[in-house]
């Protein structure tokens, strides 16, 4: 996915399973939150919407599933179960690594289909929001992952130009938002598989 003759002036990191060991923990809090709201949501559906906000996730097994629910409530409840976890977020050392070897040379962001006050939060457990010029999530954004939005939003905030960007994913969505927003892209799979 690597450029040719690529000119690197800007980075930007998806944060859970990326930067954050995260996802084996946010898969707990669903499972309680799907069994609370009996909605069928198997495993390896949510790896596959690796990035999409969970109100996203859960209107659309809502509708699927024939269910009524208030998804935006319900995905209040899944970050409520999702808090006392954070302290187990280990970081994913080969990526984490690439940022602390670029700060201070290049401007640097985190885009996440996570909210707000858990991304921060987790990048402040890991001792690594520091790093980072600018945290870009769902609510700054109108159209989420794969959608390049989180990405251009990004790119915008640090002062770069896309195409002078890498950007670093987990997900397939990931990595077409990344695509889409005309970035180099790197799959972090690659790097920890």
Not at 5 to 29: Q, S, Y
Not at 94 to 117: L, R
């Amino acid at each position: 996915m690597k450029k040719n003759n690529f000119e690197l002036k800007g980075i930007v990191f998806d944060c859970d399973g990326t930067l954050a060991d995260t996802m084996p923990l946010h898969w707990r809090a669903w499972q309680m939150i799907t069994q609370r709201h009996n909605l069928h949501f198997p495993i390896d559906r949510f790896y596959s919407l690796g990035g999409v906000p969970s109100r996203d996730i859960l209107k659309m097994l809502a509708e699927e599933q024939g269910r009524s629910l208030d998804h935006i409530a319900v995905a209040h409840e899944k970050e409520n179960a999702y808090l006392p976890m954070m302290a187990e977020v280990e970081p994913i050392h080969a990526v984490v690594e690439i940022a602390k070897a670029n700060f201070g040379k290049i401007p640097m962001a985190v885009a996440s289909g996570g909210t707000e006050p858990i991304i921060v939060g987790v990048l402040e457990h890991l001792k690594i929001r520091h790093l980072f010029q600018a945290v870009v999530t769902s609510e700054m954004v109108k159209n989420q992952k794969p959608a390049p939005d989180i990405f251009l939003e990004a790119a915008r905030r640090i002062g770069v130009e896309p195409k002078f960007c890498r950007g670093y994913e987990d997900t397939d969505l990931g990595m077409q938002a990344i695509l889409s927003a005309g970035m180099d892209a790197v799959d972090v799979r690659t790097l920890i598989g």
